[in-house]
């Protein structure tokens, strides 16, 4: 039965992450849910950890979630739900905030400034 819920909480994470690729995230027990402010961005080519820029990344403040943290986000309008991966950093970005990247400026735009939930899944 375990193995059960265990398969149902990852095929749940995987489907629910339209902007990342396929992957199994390990799922930490009772993690807080945490309000953040998100904004979204579509500039730049090379994130502050040397990776390509692309769908999946966000940027925060390293001192609230350290680069490579795996984090997941509910409670935005449009698909922009699901499982992120914090690769980047922003001279705005200070405290409770994150940054998603998006490929269309015009969606990054259109996406403004919205309020985040967000379990961190690993660090």
């Known amino acids: 039965m375990k193995r059960l819920v265990a398969a149902a909480i990852i095929s749940a994470s995987i489907s ?5 690729q396929a992957r199994v995230v390990p799922v930490l027990a009772r993690q807080p849910v945490l309000t953040f402010v998100a904004t ?8 502050r950890a040397g990776t390509r820029v ?21 409670g935005m309008t449009g698909a922009y739900d699901g499982i992120y991966t914090v690769m980047d950093t922003g001279p705005r970005i200070r405290g409770r905030r ?21 379990v961190v899944l690993n660090r």
């Open 16 to 20: 629910c992450a339209p902007h990342t």
């Open 40 to 47: 979204a961005y579509c500039r730049g080519t090379t994130t």
């Open 54 to 74: 692309g769908p999946g990344v966000i940027a925060a403040d390293p001192a609230v979630l350290p680069i490579g943290t795996q984090v997941r986000i509910s």
């Open 98 to 118: 994150i940054d998603l990247y998006v490929t269309n400026c015009a969606e990054a735009v259109r996406f403004g400034r919205q309020h985040a939930d967000l």
